[in-house]
C-alpha cells in the first residue's frame, strides 16, 4: 500500500517529486552501466598500445565516479521528496526520510539502491590500481538497478513480483549497456585515441 501512495503521488499535479531530478537519477544509472560495458567489453578487444587503453580507461573511471555523484545527489532528492507524501511522517525533513527507509517498502528497495551506490564508489576506488575495483563497481550497480525496480512499479507487484523485477533490471542493464555504453565510447574512447 505504502509504495502505491508513493507511485500514485509522484506524479500528480503539484507534488515535490521531480520529472528533472527522475531523469537525472536514470541518465546517471544508464552511463553508469556504461562505462562497465565499454571498460569490461570493448576495451577488451582493443588492439592499441597501452598508454591509449590506461587514458581509455581512466577516463571511464572518472566519468563513472561523476555520474554516481549525480545518482547520489539525486537519489537523495527523490528521498526527500518521497518523504513529503508520507502523511504520517515527521515534521523534520530528515526524521521523516528515516522514517521512510525504515518503515516502508519504498524506503527500503531506497536503501537496496543506496547500499549498491556505497559499493559502486569503494570499487570505482580500488579501479584506480586495480581491474578488481571494476568488479566490486558492477556489484553495486546491479545492486542500484535492483534497487531502482524496488521503488518503481515492479516492486510493487505482488504476484509475479520477483519475475517483474527480473525483467526491470535486464531491462535496464540493456539501455544502459547500449545508450550508457555509446556514452562512455564518445566521452572516453573516442578522446583517449586523439591525445
Known amino acids: 500500500r505504502d509504495q502505491r501512495l508513493f507511485l ?16 537525472a537519477e536514470l541518465v546517471a544509472v544508464l552511463v553508469l552501466i556504461g562505462t562497465l560495458v565499454f571498460r569490461f567489453f570493448v576495451m ?6 597501452a598508454n591509449i587503453v590506461a587514458d581509455a580507461d581512466d577516463r571511464a573511471r572518472r566519468l563513472a565516479v561523476s555520474v554516481l555523484v549525480l545518482f547520489v545527489l539525486a537519489t537523495l532528492w527523490r528521498l526527500s521528496a518521497e518523504s513529503g ?4 511522517a515527521p515534521g523534520a525533513r530528515v526524521a521523516a526520510m528515516i522514517t521512510v527507509v525504515r518503515g516502508t517498502g519504498w524506503g527500503r528497495g531506497w536503501l537496496f539502491g543506496g547500499v549498491g551506490a556505497v ?22 550497480v546491479i545492486a542500484i538497478c535492483f ?7 515492479a516492486g510493487v507487484l505482488r504476484q509475479r513480483g520477483s519475475f517483474a523485477l527480473a ?11 547500449w545508450l550508457g555504453g555509446l556514452s562512455a565510447l564518445l566521452f572516453c574512447g573516442f578522446p583517449a585515441t586523439y591525445t
Open 8 to 23: 500514485h503521488h509522484a506524479w500528480a499535479p503539484g507534488a515535490t517529486f521531480s520529472t528533472a531530478e527522475r531523469w
Open 44 to 49: 577488451r578487444d582493443l588492439r592499441l598500445p
Open 85 to 88: 507524501l508520507l502523511p504520517s
Open 119 to 140: 559499493v559502486a564508489a569503494a570499487g570505482l576506488f580500488v579501479a584506480r590500481r586495480s581491474v578488481r575495483g571494476w568488479i566490486v563497481a558492477a556489484i553495486g
Open 147 to 153: 534497487g531502482e525496480g524496488l521503488t518503481g512499479h
Open 167 to 177: 525483467i526491470d533490471l535486464a531491462h535496464m542493464l540493456g539501455a544502459g549497456g
